[in-house]
């Protein structure tokens, strides 16, 4: 049976829509077929009683006292051969009185039942002598003051040969429609797949080197236009992915040099001479600090490239801002004290919502901004956080901002310290060197939590970091 | 002295880098094991097998056989080996499939060389953790662990809670190096590795030894540049 089973959706779609088809037809056939005989059967029950009311008016006993029926009203005497009336009157004692021709001397009907014709036609079929089926009506009247039984009668022969003559053209006439059909569904739905063959064909020539190019998509309101606006969406997220992937290697490759070219040049000029052994404690000792860098920094990238997944299989959390906030400065409370830094912390219509979002990823980014405040903030001075909430496009956010006194952003650098790896051409603050990692990692984390983090422009002294995370409209678990 | 002299111990160091694998054998050569190497899988089995050793040090991408094989293998035969993976796959699930496939231990490359001594001396021991004693002192120090209280030359050192877990963990590690990665990880419990607590660490350090160190004239607490921190007693 595999062969009834093809594998392209046309033929399938052909298949079906025949198959169906041909059983509406023959349900509404069926149906045609009933309705047409039931009516037909009416309108000759209906035509004996116009007949009969007629006939009785043309029935007279002769001088003879036969009973006759009145022909002289044929203009033509051969139209008496186009009835074909079937036609039986007895009297009320059952004898015959007349029958047509038609009967070729057979009874219509047989002998008389109770009441016969008095109160109705007494509709009914019967069979004559020869088999042929007949559609009977009986009714009693008067012949010139005496009651008489007449019986009419059609033959359903003509009926049923008509009715079967119909069947067969409607048998004829169905698998010729059917087939018809079929070629019809299979050529338009091929019509209709055909952007589906060309996406594929697109699709298929899609490779790593071109994740640039797009399906074509022909109506994009159709549901194959969506499949394709869908494939699209899919390739520009692979392309994204794989860009990120590439900037990943680059930055890791230029960022990895150069601890790896300070450990090469410290090796170098130390074996280029014989030297005392603290000389050689001192250039292993630079050695190892700049192996530590060059570890941080691949555990910054890391870190990166996990916030940049994070999006697909995190499982967030839900906790609150100022805890963790807090947490956060008791780790870096040590450096507070040492510097005798004045943390002020202010809640201006602070949400109470909890934020829902992977805490410890949260945690990374908080961290990183508020030790890079630490860390700028001058002696004695002043580190200022308030807790707010900031209301985007009808959502409430948190908005939580951390305002150093240190030497600031210089002046068109306020995106650019985002970036990775970015040092400040202003600020040539070497005790200041990190990882270089930080504040993109920080920022990558708020924005795949839907949240922001700028650096405000117009801040007098220091610098200012304003951090937005949306609250969360789902049902949050508690933590 | 009797925490630097080395705990006796055969060690099986599985590596196929020969570099690595040579600084590992000199450097645990030079703490006092019987080191052995295996460079490929094969000869790991056979090591396995014929030297017995104590310890496995196992990297996991190894040419032939992989480091999770042999590991399978030692376990399925239920030798009284210990297990340390080394290896530069550092994710949480490489982890826990480390684990999972029981090993003892798990140490992502790179990894500070005082931390791997740490390791390797808490796995021969066969303990999880060395029991605390009511009290530990090195040199003049003194620290009463039920009390929580620090004494040094018979003075009392007011130390906050952070000071106090730091001291301890130095005396715990008496004359090792620990590196500022071992201290995030134990003392200051940051498990992510990028955490930028080098500082805190450092200033924390600054404020202990002012307190244990700078008012007496033998300094105990070194730092060593491009390594860490050694609370040294001071040679006789």
């Given amino acids: ?479 | 002295m009797n925490t630097t002299s080395p705990i006796s111990g055969r060690i099986l160091v599985v590596e196929d880098d020969r570099r690595m694998a040579d600084s590992l054998v000199s450097g645990l050569t030079g703490y006092g094991y019987q080191v052995s190497l295996a460079r490929t899988g094969e000869e790991a089995f056979f090591l396995v097998h014929s030297t017995q050793p104590d310890l496995v040090l196992l990297d996991l991408t190894l040419p032939k056989r992989g480091g999770l094989e042999i590991l399978a293998q030692i376990r399925a035969e239920q030798l009284p080996t210990r297990v340390l993976i080394l290896t530069s796959h550092n994710s949480v699930d490489d982890r826990v499939t480390g684990l999972n496939s029981g090993a003892d231990d798990y140490l992502g490359k790179p990894f500070s060389f005082p931390e791997l001594l740490a390791r390797v001396a808490s796995l021969l021991r066969r303990l999880p953790a060395p029991p605390r004693s009511a009290s530990l002192q090195i040199a003049d120090i003194h620290i009463d662990t039920k009390a929580h209280l620090v004494s040094r030359s018979g003075t009392p050192i007011d130390l906050t809670p952070r000071e106090y877990d730091l001291l301890l963990y130095l005396l715990e590690h008496r004359n090792q190096a620990v590196s500022r990665e071992m201290l995030a990880k134990d003392v200051w419990r940051e498990t992510s590795r990028f955490t930028p607590i080098d500082n805190v660490i450092d200033v924390q350090m600054a404020r202990l030894r002012r307190k244990i160190d700078d008012p007496f004239t033998t300094k105990l607490l070194l730092t060593l540049r491009g390594v860490g921190f050694i609370l040294r007693e001071p040679e006789q």
């Fill in chain 1, 1 to 479: 049976m595999k062969f009834l089973r093809p594998t392209n959706i046309r033929s399938r779609l052909a298949i079906w829509f025949v198959a169906i088809l041909s059983t509406i037809l023959l349900l509404y056939i069926s149906a045609v077929f009933v309705f047409q005989y039931v009516l037909l059967q009416r309108q000759i029950f209906h035509d004996e009683i116009q007949d009969v009311e007629t006939v009785e008016g043309l029935l007279y006993f002769d001088q003879h006292g036969s009973l006759q029926l009145e022909q002289g009203y044929h203009t033509h005497q051969q139209s008496r051969l186009l009835e074909d009336r079937l036609m039986e009157v007895r009297d009320l004692a059952g004898n015959v009185l007349y029958r047509t021709d038609t009967l070729k001397g057979a009874t219509l009907g047989g002998t008389a039942l109770p009441d016969e014709g008095i109160h109705s036609y007494n509709e009914r079929s019967t069979t004559l002598a020869d088999g042929t089926r007949v559609l009977l009506i009986s009714h009693i009247h008067p012949v010139q003051g005496k009651p008489v039984l007449i019986r009419l009668g059609y033959s359903m022969a003509p009926l049923h040969d008509r009715m079967l003559y119909f069947f067969f053209l409607l048998l004829v006439a169905t698998p010729i429609a059917l087939v018809a059909a079929g070629f019809i569904s299979y050529s338009v739905s091929r019509r209709a797949l055909r952007p589906l063959v060309s996406m594929a064909s697109r699709a298929e020539q899609i490779t790593a080197s071109n994740l640039h190019d797009r399906i074509v998509v022909e109506n994009p309101d159709d549901e194959l236009g969506h499949m394709g606006r869908v494939l699209n969406h899919l390739l520009e997220r692979l392309q994204q992915a794989f860009a990120q992937l590439q900037r990943f290697t680059a930055d890791a490759a230029h960022e990895l040099r150069t601890p790896l070219a300070s450990i090469r040049s410290t090796g170098e000029l130390t074996l280029q001479h014989d030297r005392p052994n603290a000389s050689y404690r001192e250039a292993i000792s630079g050695m190892l600090e700049e192996t530590t860098r060059l570890n941080q920094t691949i555990d910054g990238l890391l870190l990166l490239s996990k916030a940049e997944a994070v999006q697909c299989d995190s499982e967030p959390t839900s906790f609150f801002l100022t805890e963790l906030v807090h947490e956060i400065l008791v780790l870096l409370e040590v450096l507070v004290e040492e510097r005798q830094i004045t943390v002020l912390e202010e809640y201006e219509n602070a949400p109470h919502e909890p934020l829902v979002a992977d805490r410890s990823l949260m945690r990374v980014a908080l961290l990183n901004v508020l030790h890079n405040a630490v860390k700028f903030s001058p002696d004695r001075s002043v580190l200022r956080i308030v807790y707010g909430s900031i209301e985007r496009e009808g959502h409430i956010f948190h908005h939580i901002s951390i305002h150093d006194s240190g030497p600031g952003i210089a002046p068109g650098e306020h995106l650019r310290v985002f970036e990775r790896f970015f040092t400040s051409a202003v600020h040539q603050a070497t005790a200041f060197r990190g990882s270089g990692l930080g504040l993109s990692i920080a920022r990558l984390i708020i924005d795949r939590n839907g949240g922001r983090i700028n650096f405000e422009e117009n801040v007098v002294n220091g610098a200012k970091c304003c951090i937005e995370l949306p609250i969360s409209t789902k049902k949050s678990k508690t933590a």
